[in-house]
């Protein structure tokens, strides 16, 4: 987004701490761009420059970097920023900087998180196919899916949840099919049997087990984002709109069919509201898929049949949908996609898995790892 009342502003911090050396800077930044907006704080597009003790600039300004700012001094700032110095991964946005600086405006302090910044997100990507009435492209959407599904992985492996996946916290880069997770303004690293709350993740992308109420949860509600998200890249449109959170779960029923009350005794005892128990199609739900995604191949079928499951316990792990056949293509050494607008083919390697991510991995290492 753009603001056009947004002012550009430039300024000096001289306590700048730098994540790639662990130290601090005395740091020029040029602020030019409002690019987000929400309860949490504000978004900016920015270049930054280092400068020496009389204010000169040692370089040019370098970026573009999106600086997050949120107040300082809350449970939900310091989280962001724990997890965020902790993962380094490709398809994750990477921390640059942080500092904190009082508003001009209201007097308070706020930190700033200074990250990698990419041209797009995958809700403007989607919009945009769908506005020229196609769906994104077959390879992209692949590639797009294992990216995501890589960094899901590697979060997962150190209990990370994200608890907000939906297409516009995953960045691209359209010109190199690139993807990573940003904002992890919701993420928390999960422990086992600990409660959690239960109103998290945007409504349009929340697992069942949310909706009902349940506050012991795992990463899984994450894949259940992945399974919104990559339906969403083939039908142009998110998969379940409910009006409100309990409308959610009747649109999921009209895919899935109606929960079984197993689902609400493990989920929450509790739960008082609509079960929606009568089944809304005469179909298999395999067959309710294959209508529903009617120009879809079937290994996609398959793999969203894996994981939008009621049940977190039998939903897929990120490791498991590493492994799909769905991704058999990228295997390939002469898999390759072709931008948007270029006419150059764009040769891909997915598969430069460090040791940690294949230590996550587990038994699935060397089928991940075994080429066609």
Not at 169 to 177: F, G, H, Q, T, Y
Not at 255 to 284: D, E, I, R
């Amino acid at each position: 987004m753009t603001d056009p009342g947004f002012q550009p502003q430039e300024y000096v911090v001289n306590d700048v701490f730098d994540t790639r050396v662990s130290k601090s800077r005395r740091m020029y930044v040029k602020e030019y761009k409002k690019i987000g907006e929400g309860a949490f704080g504000t978004v900016v597009e920015a270049m930054v420059a280092e400068v020496d003790e009389n204010g000169q600039q040692k370089e040019n300004p370098f970026g573009p970097f999106a600086i997050k700012r949120v107040l300082a001094q809350t449970e939900y700032k310091c989280r962001e920023l724990e997890i965020l110095r902790l993962v380094i991964h490709p398809n994750i946005v990477r921390l640059r900087y942080f500092f904190d600086r009082k508003s001009r405006t209201d007097g308070k302090i706020y930190q700033n998180l200074t990250m990698e910044c990419l041209p797009s997100n995958l809700q403007n990507e989607i919009k945009y196919y769908r506005g020229s009435r196609y769906t994104i492209p077959y390879p992209h959407m692949k590639a797009y899916t294992f990216q995501l599904a890589r960094a899901m992985m590697y979060l997962h492996g150190f209990s990370i949840s994200h608890r907000d996946i939906k297409p516009s916290n995953i960045l691209v880069d359209p010109s190199k099919v690139k993807l990573k997770i940003c904002d992890f303004g919701s993420a928390k690293q999960l422990e086992p049997n600990a409660p959690s709350v239960s109103y998290i993740c945007s409504r349009y992308y929340r697992a069942p087990e949310l909706i009902v109420g349940c506050t012991v949860y795992t990463t899984k509600i994450d894949i259940w984002g992945l399974g919104c998200v990559i339906a969403e890249m083939f039908l142009g449109k998110p998969i379940f709109q409910g009006l409100t959170s309990e409308l959610q779960l009747k649109e999921i029923s009209k895919l899935l069919g109606p929960p079984p009350n197993t689902f609400f005794f493990k989920s929450n005892p509790q739960y008082h509201g609509n079960m929606f128990s009568t089944k809304l199609f005469t179909c298999s739900v395999q067959e309710r898929f294959k209508l529903i995604f009617c120009n879809s191949p079937d290994d996609v079928i398959d793999l969203l049949l894996k994981v939008l499951v009621y049940d977190p316990e039998f939903r897929a792990t990120a490791a498991s949908v590493l492994v799909h056949p769905f991704f058999d293509e990228l295997k390939e050494s002469n898999f390759h996609v072709y931008p948007r607008g270029s006419s150059e083919p764009l040769r891909m390697d997915l598969y430069d898995f460090s040791e940690v991510e294949l230590n996550f991995m587990g038994d699935l290492k060397q089928k991940l790892l075994s080429r066609p």
